[in-house]
């Protein structure tokens, strides 16, 4: 794994530990994409354990031949050893405010693109409310600009799993696996077979195995406070943006939902603003963009190729 790099910064008269990688060309030398990691991603991107290899990379839709890449850790995420155990006082804003004073810190005034999907997304929405000149092209993927009420529904459930289960990060990832993915995905994909070594159906299986894996991962103070991140999108200034803004949804996302995102493309061109809006169509649910690379790939190529 790729050396993490660390920075200072000072936010509200207290200073914050930022880490993050590059990858691609050095920095200062081509354009940079800052790509914005969702609840259980970190700064790695692409490279040997990269999260999303098949869209970042040599020759990759965003090639890394061409430009640099740049991406922080949300500072309590733990992949960088920083655990933040009063999560509540954490907002989307605060995390998009450091972000932003890391890269003052790091001296880059000016990004090609901020791309982020879903919790990334919604940090990227609101940093480009909050200084808008900074970047040309904005990409919320699966993401919008304020959660939904069945968002914050889900995180309650969510926080009431990891403070009250005695096994609280394995517990809260099968059922947050429920809303990542949908009932005809799970039906195309198991169809009720069973797993003859286990004895359970072979859904059940699948979803005890993520559960563990993220629980060999990730600790508990870190889902607490990524999951309460979620509850906090609320970027209302969207009048403020000045960037080109690529809407990408899922048309099955039971999460951050395509009409959803349909009222931000319809709320942005009313403002006038340089907007597209895209879709993916996926019988998957949420975790599409993690998985519908092709589709994902033929959407954003044109704006990282210099055709759009």
Known sequence: MKPLHHISVNHNNKTFQLSYE???????????VLVNHALTGNSTVCGEQGWWNDLIGNGKAIDTNKYTVLAFNIPGNGFDGVLVEDYKNTTVTQVANLFLLGLKALKIDRLFAIIGGSLGGGIAWQMATLQPELTTHLIPVASHHISSDWIIANTLIQEQILLNSTNPVHDARLHAMLCYRTPKSFQARFNRT???????????????????????????SAYLLMNHLLKTIAVENLEAIQAQITLISVDTDLFFTADDIKDSYQTLNKLNKKVSYHEITSIHGHDAFLIEYEQLKTIIAPIFNGSN
Not at 22 to 32: N, R, W
Not at 203 to 212: A, C, D, I, N, R
């Open 22 to 32: 590059t990858f691609g060309k050095a920095l200062y030398t081509a354009p940079i």
């Open 194 to 220: 069973v797993n003859q070594d286990l004895k359970i159906y072979n859904v059940e299986s699948w979803l005890l195995h993520h559960g563990k894996k993220l629980q060999d991962r990730f600790q508990k």
